[in-house]
């Protein structure tokens, strides 16, 4: 795949993110911006479920856009745990879809632990996100998210041994959303993901892929 490395705005911050497009293939394609982990525990755009991610997607012919969220260098500004990163998650989308060879019609969300409860939190905000793929998603981000209105295509991904996200609980809240909802449960992967990056990787870009395949 193609990377390049980009800035980007977001009210007023200037944010470095990552942007990989498929080789090879011609546009304009479909694109996801994928979002990282809690930043204050590690969490940066080159985690490895994050790149995992878009190298997956990036072979199914689906660019992806991965960012540091506010605060974490290079990107400027605070930690604004959770609010603030909702408007850097739109300024993504925003890019995306004047990004040349990017459809902007066709565009998701994928975020991982934190990543995945700011796009909950904030849902209401990213209109132009037609997919959402969410890893390990913290079960206390449903209770103020629009998501139980929400008729998006949407992937819950979790491990079987995930001790911070209870896999039971977190099938019972995905039970209660409206269609399209997909929940998958991956045997033997932790909150970590350590040693199944791969195969959430595939899950999302099957997903993705299925979403946006011509009907």
């Known amino acids: 795949m193609r990377q390049t490395a980009i800035s980007f705005k977001s009210k007023g911050l200037t944010l470095e993110g990552v942007l990989s497009v498929p080789q090879g293939q011609t546009g304009p394609f479909p694109a996801a911006v994928l979002c990282h982990p809690h930043p204050l525990f590690g969490g940066t755009m080159d985690n490895t479920v994050i790149t ?59 975020g991982y632990s934190f990543g995945a409860q700011v796009i909950l939190r904030g849902l209401g905000k990213y209109g132009a996100a037609r997919a959402l793929a969410l890893i390990s998603p913290p079960l206390p981000a449903f209770d103020d998210s629009p998501i139980a209105r929400s008729s998006t295509a949407k992937l819950f991904l979790v491990g079987s041994a995930d001790r911070l996200i209870r896999s039971e609980q977190l099938k019972e809240r995905v039970a209660a959303l409206p269609p399209p909802t997909e929940f998958r449960e991956i045997p033997g992967a932790d909150h970590s993901w350590r040693g199944h990056e791969p195969e959430a990787a595939r899950h999302v870009a099957e997903f993705m892929a299925a979403v946006f395949s011509p009907s």
Not at 84 to 100: F, H, N, S, T, V
């Open 52 to 110: 995992a991610v878009a190298g997956a997607l990036d072979g199914v012919g689906i660019a992806a856009l991965r960012f540091n969220f506010r605060g974490l260098p290079p990107s400027e500004g605070k930690f604004d745990d959770g609010k603030g990163e909702q408007q850097d998650i739109r300024a993504a989308l925003d890019i995306l879809k004047r990004w040349p060879d990017i459809d902007g019609k066709r565009l998701a969300l994928a």
